[in-house]
């Protein structure tokens, strides 16, 4: 029989939703566009969970004592300028309320708890309707449908395919770029990051520009180079993107000429290729949307936001929490009364976080960062 939800999305909100379902006995089904779970499992940075949000999903999903035994509570974030003196170091020693955890071992924690059957892999969502009898379809790139569905949950990130069924609004891009890569546990430049990021994490800013880097899990670095590029600059360079030598020789030349050596090696060592991650954000207004039958949104697919205030994942998580909970509450047979609950909660939080968000980033990318950041922060005094 077909399960009366469909998740569309494994990632932290979607997996975290599948498992809360799981916990209340109802049933589901998750379709993911990624070839497997081992794939899928592979990327990213780290993540900081909050007591209240995060953790609170995992808790609600059984999964808090998991996480507890992977996360890192020891960390320490150091910011500098762009000239290399340090502003601030902030100990996370002892912090049990945002401890971090890599991406990667987050949604492999998730993917542990919903069975494998749950999970439907390389789907590739192009489009999710309502049906003639009411009830809702999704249909996929290679043509094939799944329908009969009472609710289509959209947890498929910032280019949701199922966002237009309920606002015509898209994510505007924001004037930003990450550039991300890695420096491995045997890159001989290893014990130079050590020094330098210790194990937290690093972010250098300055003249609108960004070098970070943050330890991970296996002891290899995750480095992010942060600029002010067009909208379209990944697919007008996308031979510079495979050709990662010439990349890295670009950003020293073009954009760090000036930086010290210290931060400039964090590209200059680095390996692999670059990711391009334009950062995008839904305009604030169209979070106001009547609630539609049959569909709702979680996660970035219904408020992706820049990654300035690092609560973007708690968010969708506690989306996570907040849907299940209304489902629970008012059953499958009044589903749209309970996505009009959630949405009515989630709207103002999910404005909030952009709207703070935005700002923290203007501050980070302004020409005297991180001045400004860390006063708005009342890390240093502003007089």
Request: net charge negative; with cysteine.
């Amino acid at each position: 029989m077909t399960p009366p939800i469909a998740i569309l999305g494994a990632g932290p909100s979607g997996l975290a939703l599948g498992q809360l379902l799981e916990v209340a006995n109802i049933t589901y089904i998750i379709f993911e566009r990624d070839e497997s779970a081992t794939w899928a499992i592979g990327q990213g940075g780290t993540l900081d969970l909050h007591a209240g949000s995060g953790q609170l999903a995992l808790k609600e999903a059984g999964l808090l004592d998991q996480f507890k035994s992977l996360a890192r509570y020891e960390q320490t974030t150091t910011i500098a300028d762009a000239k290399g003196m340090v502003h601030a170091r902030f100990s996370g020693s002892g912090d049990n309320d945002r401890p971090e955890i890599d991406r990667r071992d987050l949604r492999a924690l998730l993917l542990s708890s919903v069975p494998a059957n749950n999970v439907r892999w390389g789907q590739r969502v192009q489009h999710v309707q309502r049906d003639t009898n009411g009830s809702m379809s999704v249909h996929f790139s290679d043509r094939s449908i799944e329908s009969g569905f009472r609710l289509v949950v959209g947890a498929d990130g910032a280019w949701s395919k199922a966002r237009s069924l309920v606002t015509p609004a898209k994510p505007q891009y924001s004037g930003l770029h990450y550039l991300t890569t890695s420096i491995k546990a045997e890159n001989p430049f290893h014990s130079s990051a050590v020094s330098l990021v210790g194990q937290g994490n690093y972010m250098a800013v300055g003249d609108g520009k960004q070098i970070s880097a943050q330890k991970l899990g296996d002891g290899s670095y995750y480095i992010a180079v942060g600029l002010r590029l067009p909208e379209r600059w990944s697919s007008e360079n996308a031979a510079l993107l495979e050709d990662p030598s010439a990349l890295r020789q670009s950003l020293l030349r073009d954009h760090f000429a000036d930086w010290p050596q210290v931060h400039t090696d964090l590209i200059k060592h680095s390996e692999g290729h670059f990711r391009a991650w334009p950062l995008y954000a839904m305009p604030t207004e169209s979070l106001s949307w009547q609630t539609v039958p049959g569909i709702t949104l979680i996660g970035d697919a219904a408020h992706v936001t820049t990654p300035f205030e690092g609560e973007g994942v708690n968010c969708a998580m506690y989306d996570s929490v907040q849907l299940a909970q209304q489902i629970v509450k008012h059953g499958l047979d009044d589903l749209d009364l309970a996505v009009s609950e959630y949405e009515k909660s989630m709207f103002p939080r999910a404005i909030d976080l952009i709207r703070r968000s935005a700002e923290n980033g203007k501050l980070l990318f302004a020409p005297d960062a991180p001045r400004g950041f860390l006063e708005a922060f009342g890390a240093i005094d502003s007089t």
